[in-house]
């Protein structure tokens, strides 16, 4: 069988990231450009900032793409991008430039939903990985418990009913005078400081469920810290970090090992900007070895937006013929 190469396009946060993808396994070039240094003095993404920065850097991106997979545009099969969920600003740069790039190239245009990229983030880690097996999703946006029955097939287990785990992270690290964002500041604050020092609420559900919530928690570290300060307590930040990361993964950990084992999976891949964080991993591995289950993570720079995962997912697509017409628009709250 002849190789299928796609180009692929991510816009839909602060990454303008395009990768060259062969056979949706092999990176030829993934080129990322964050918007974070821009974004980090408002605390947050502001998405006009973000929306006009795609513009300003997508041209550039994908001649840099192109040039490191030492490809041309006519080599592509198809065009992939993400369609959602995003911020629609933002994603509309990438789906408006798709859309023409494939409309000029007359090649099939792919649209991809950015939670399967974060799933197949996997298949570009792990040459052999194949459905099925249990998905823990957890970045910024979202956090969802899914069983993957093949690729690009779905059933959705569980979700968060409020805020995702790397909003309650960012969130919980702005009021702990963090920088932006704040995942990577709480795991390493947290190394320095004892879990078990404040006792936060874990928000477990209804017996059975495997939806989350994480709006309690996030509350309840910001009573403490104001209690605290009322008090004229002194703050331990190390101490509140590493509690409220310990709550987390005790429900996280909780979930994912029961639905693995209810569904009957063997294999736990685990997706998404949080999938970085150092106490997950450690933790996961040591409760999924108790239970003979296997855990598959991909590298740091797969975790967080990149164009390569959505590549790698396009590439299923591409063989069921899973492709969008120039009627393609971004769809901000896209579910999988
Ligand atoms: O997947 P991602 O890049 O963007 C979304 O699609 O949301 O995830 C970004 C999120 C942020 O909330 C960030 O704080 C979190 O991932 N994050 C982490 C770590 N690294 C990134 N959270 C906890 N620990 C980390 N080491
Ligand atoms: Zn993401």
Redesign the pocket.
Known sequence: MNDIIILAIES??DETSVAVIKNGREILSNIIYSQIGIHKKFGGVVPEIASRRHIDKIDLIVEQSLEQSKLKLEDMDAIAVTYGPGLVGALLVGVSYSKALAYGLQKPLIPVN?IDG?IAANYLAFSDLKPPYIALIV????THIVDVTDYGKYIVLGRTRDD?V??A??KVARTLGFGY????F??EAAKLGNPNAINFPRSYLEEGSYDFSFSGIKSAVLNYLNSAKMKGIEINKNDVAASFQEAIMDVLINKIIKASLEFNHDKIIIA???A???RLRERLKEEAKKHHLEVLYPPLSL???NAAMIGSAAYYQFKNEKFANLELNAVPNLKL
């Open positions: 839909s946060c950015h974060h970045s910024g946006g979202h995702a790397g909003e992270y960012d964002p704040g995942g990577p709480i795991d998404g900007g949080v970085a964080n150092s975790c967080t937006d």
